[in-house]
């Protein structure tokens, strides 16, 4: 007979709630790339990079219910963040976009319209407020730190 000694307890991983989300993320600076991929897979997401707004497109259209959600650049060289986004709303409406940008946020709303409903971060933007802005937008629990 298997004898059970109560309750086993998982050890708890800070601020991973499901994991594994993938993130499509476009920015033309290589230093923000690197960066933003640290910080997400250190969070337990998975990441792919494009160089700008044509690249995101290509690796998006690829396979379009593979991401979960995307991490847009607004001005990028070619195809503009705001091309991309306009793009990726008409193929996948519910799929949740963050915007970041050396603009503000009055900025890009007037850029985007009104009605964009975008999630926008500024540059330069801290680790934590990345990662609450997309904790939030994928219903991740968040630690609060």
């Known amino acids: 007979p298997v004898r059970h000694r109560g309750p086993v307890s998982v050890p708890k991983v800070?601020?991973?709630?499901?994991?594994?989300e993938r993130v499509l993320v476009a920015d033309d600076q290589e230093t923000?790339?690197?960066?933003?991929?640290a910080i997400?897979?250190?969070?337990?997401?998975?990441?792919?990079?494009?160089?700008?707004?044509?690249?995101?497109m290509e690796?998006?259209?690829?396979?379009?219910?593979?991401?979960?959600?995307?991490?847009?650049?607004l001005t990028m060289p070619?195809?503009?963040g705001a091309?991309?986004?306009?793009?990726?709303?008409?193929a996948r409406p519910s799929l949740p976009i963050l915007l970041t940008s050396g603009y503000?946020?009055?900025?890009?709303?007037?850029?985007?319209?009104?009605?964009?409903?975008?999630?926008?971060?500024?540059?330069?933007?801290r680790a934590s407020a990345l990662l609450a802005?997309?904790?939030?937008?994928l219903g991740r629990q968040d630690d609060g730190g």
């Open 59 to 73: 690796l998006f259209s690829a396979d379009p219910a593979a991401f979960d959600c995307a991490l847009l650049d």
């Open 14 to 20: 800070p601020s991973v709630r499901r994991g594994g």
């Open 78 to 80: 070619g195809m503009s």
């Open 40 to 56: 997400l897979e250190r969070s337990g997401y998975t990441v792919v990079l494009a160089r700008d707004g044509s690249e995101a």
């Open 83 to 90: 091309e991309v986004y306009a793009a990726l709303r008409r």
């Open 32 to 37: 923000v790339r690197t960066a933003a991929r």
């Open 104 to 125: 503000n946020e009055h900025e890009v709303t007037e850029l985007l319209g009104e009605g964009s409903n975008a999630e926008f971060l500024q540059k330069p933007w």
């Open 133 to 137: 802005k997309l904790g939030a937008m």
